[in-house]
């Protein structure tokens, strides 16, 4: 049986997705040319520098673990480690690289294009130490630079390995287009005279295509599943396993969240997202069915199966969907309780999920499950609860109605920073998501105007200590959410329209005024104090383009 991918040899031979190369193959194409002026002379001193490839390989693993690590400069220590591979295939030396050695160089960029899309995803800048000048910028960057390096060395030292480290780069990318780029290297494969596909080859492309979020991705993967059990069956040494269902489960659970994302605002389709937990749900029973008559372990749900269907019915936002969450983590405990199965061992991403879950539930029971959740994790190792955690119980208490909600947020973040300075994990700070998760709750008090007053000194509070902590970057949202709270708290007046100037001058020296910003500031001030801050920028009715805010005013808004 052959699974007959849908792109052609015309796709497969387009130079988009750098797939194509040069006919004498050079992997260093990319390089940059001051770079290759400075190794000439360590090319020349390569031939001693290790004692032997395994030397060498270690070496190089080292360098490309750090490629993982966005503390590090990533970029640059991937192309460090295909420099040192480079110099040595050059050098006039005893030892060559090896296989190993290329797929070192290739788990490299895997694990930048991997830290770089994670940067994309939370908007954290990575640090550059400028030592290599190098045309990567991006995740698709990493992996067409990966994808690059592969095709120069196809036929010579590569392996099923290689195929598989580059298609997985391409998963990790995220980018639209991934899947197809993905799913030519399989093809490559199945085309190939001396290499054969495998289970994690296919289970690559899954993983494109679920990570792809796109409306064909349920299909395409249920394609793919299929089509892997076809290939058993036939007695191929292919075979899907709770790994591809995860996967699987995962394409559900980017499908909801594209439903449901904040970015559609009033367009939010939580009937589709409902839909899909269904289905997500319906292949877990399926599943289980399967490993209670089969009794195979490859079938057997682990914690990540569990984690990923309640993460799908978090993105529903209905109390149903948060109680069949709950649901689950109760029925994961109790397989853990009876088995003792470390694969079934709920995790600190178990408990948050279901913490973000209620965290979008309107109910009034979401602040205290929260909070008894908060409780758990802190009574288990396993299951500290980490800043996304308190950040999700923050936003719990910010829909809800409790007007003493300001002190309970603010409470969180002393609890925060006191866990994190008594335990040294870092990992407990908060973070400007957290931040401004927490103005926005103080903003949302409705109550007497004592109270009201109260939560304005309290958004300040955590405004003052936001500016003031250097693990963060108080940004556009920061500032826009600040006015937020003084339209809402204060009463209109001199006091607000100076309290509102103040903030919006910061967000303009700070280069973060956004869209948002302004529009919260227009309904602080008087509609005089609106004009003069907008130094010409807006009519005399107050309207403006956006696109006629000075550059510097927006540097900074990402």
């Known amino acids: 049986m052959k699974f007959h991918l849908q792109c052609s040899l015309a796709l497969f031979a387009a130079s988009a997705q750098g797939f194509t190369t040069p006919s004498n193959s050079r992997s260093d194409v990319f390089l940059n040319r001051n770079s290759l002026l400075v190794r000439h002379s360590t090319a020349l001193q390569v031939e001693n520098s290790?004692?032997?490839?395994?030397?060498?390989?270690?070496?190089?693993?080292?360098?490309?673990?750090?490629?993982?690590?966005?503390?590090?400069?990533v970029i640059s220590k991937a192309a460090e480690c295909q420099e040192m591979w480079e110099d040595l295939s050059k050098a006039d030396a005893e030892i060559k690289p090896?296989?190993?050695?290329?797929?070192?160089?290739?788990?490299?960029?895997?694990?930048?294009c991997g830290t770089l899309s994670e940067s994309v995803r939370t908007r954290k800048s990575i640090p550059n130490d400028f030592k290599r000048s190098v045309d990567v910028y991006t995740p698709r960057d990493a992996a067409t630079r990966a994808t690059s390096l592969l095709l120069g060395q196809e036929d010579l030292l590569t392996d099923v390995g290689s195929y598989n480290i580059v298609i997985d780069t391409w998963a990790k990318s995220r980018v639209p287009d991934a899947p197809e780029a993905a799913e030519r290297l399989l093809k490559r494969l199945l085309d190939s005279d001396s290499l054969e596909p495998d289970t994690y080859s296919y289970n690559g492309v899954v993983d494109a295509w679920a990570?792809?979020?796109?409306?064909?991705?349920?299909?395409?993967?249920?394609?793919?599943?299929?089509?892997?059990?076809?290939?058993?069956?036939?007695?191929?040494?292919?075979?899907?396993?709770?790994?591809?269902?995860?996967?699987?489960?995962?394409?559900?659970?980017?499908?909801?969240?594209?439903?449901?994302?904040?970015?559609?605002?009033?367009d939010k389709e939580f009937?589709?997202?409902?839909?899909?937990?269904?289905?997500?749900?319906?292949?877990?029973?399926?599943?289980?069915?399967?490993?209670?008559?089969?009794?195979?372990?490859?079938?057997?749900?682990?914690?990540?199966?569990?984690?990923?269907?309640m993460d799908v019915y978090s993105r529903c936002g209905s109390y149903d969907a948060t109680k069949k969450a709950e649901k689950l983590l109760v029925e994961l405990k109790e397989e853990y309780e009876k088995t003792?199965?470390?694969?079934?061992?709920?995790?600190?991403?178990?408990?948050?999920?279901l913490i973000t879950a209620w965290s979008r539930t309107r109910s009034p029971e979401s602040p205290a499950r929260v909070e008894a959740l908060l409780a758990e994790m802190s009574n288990d190792p396993a299951t500290k609860p980490n800043s996304r955690a308190y950040t999700s119980a923050i936003q719990c208490w910010a829909k809800s109605r409790d007007p003493q909600k300001a002190k309970r947020v603010l409470k969180i973040l002393l609890d925060m920073k006191e866990s994190a300075k008594t335990s040294g994990n870092k990992d407990i700070l908060p973070t400007i998501l957290t931040y401004n998760t927490a103005i926005d709750a103080?903003?949302?008090?409705?109550?007497?105007?004592?109270?009201?007053?109260?939560?304005?000194?309290?958004?300040?509070?955590?405004?003052?200590?936001?500016?003031?902590?250097?693990?963060?970057?108080?940004?556009?949202?920061?500032?826009?959410?600040?006015?937020?709270?003084?339209?809402?708290?204060?009463?209109?007046?001199?006091?607000?329209?100076?309290?509102?100037?103040?903030?919006?001058?910061?967000?303009?020296?700070?280069?973060?005024?956004?869209?948002?910003?302004?529009?919260?500031?227009?309904?602080?001030?008087?509609?005089?104090?609106?004009?003069?801050?907008?130094?010409?920028?807006?009519?005399?009715?107050?309207?403006?383009?956006?696109?006629?805010?000075p550059a510097s005013w927006n540097r900074n808004v990402k």
């Open 211 to 266: 990570n792809s979020g796109r409306e064909d991705g349920l299909e395409k993967v249920m394609q793919i599943f299929h089509h892997m059990e076809g290939l058993h069956n036939d007695g191929k040494d292919i075979k899907p396993s709770i790994r591809t269902v995860n996967a699987i489960l995962n394409a559900h659970a980017k499908l909801a969240m594209k439903y449901t994302s904040p970015a559609r605002y009033q």
């Open 98 to 112: 090896d296989t190993i050695s290329l797929n070192t160089v290739l788990k490299a960029w895997n694990r930048c």
């Open 50 to 73: 290790w004692k032997d490839v395994t030397a060498f390989n270690i070496a190089l693993d080292k360098i490309a673990e750090q490629c993982g690590n966005s503390k590090h400069p």
């Open 442 to 549: 103080c903003a949302r008090v409705r109550g007497e105007m004592d109270e009201q007053m109260e939560a304005l000194k309290i958004a300040f509070a955590i405004f003052k200590s936001a500016e003031a902590d250097a693990t963060v970057e108080v940004n556009e949202v920061t500032y826009s959410t600040v006015l937020k709270a003084v339209g809402f708290l204060l009463p209109l007046g001199a006091e607000r329209n100076k309290v509102a100037s103040v903030i919006f001058e910061k967000a303009k020296k700070a280069g973060a005024v956004e869209f948002a910003t302004v529009k919260n500031l227009r309904k602080c001030v008087d509609h005089e104090i609106m004009l003069q801050l907008m130094e010409g920028v807006a009519d005399k009715n107050g309207n403006f383009d956006y696109g006629d805010i």
């Open 340 to 353: 003792k199965d470390s694969r079934l061992r709920p995790n600190y991403r178990t408990y948050t999920t």
């Open 271 to 309: 009937d589709k997202a409902t839909i899909c937990a269904a289905g997500a749900q319906k292949l877990l029973d399926e599943i289980k069915l399967k490993y209670e008559e089969t009794g195979d372990p490859d079938w057997r749900p682990d914690v990540t199966t569990y984690t990923v269907l």
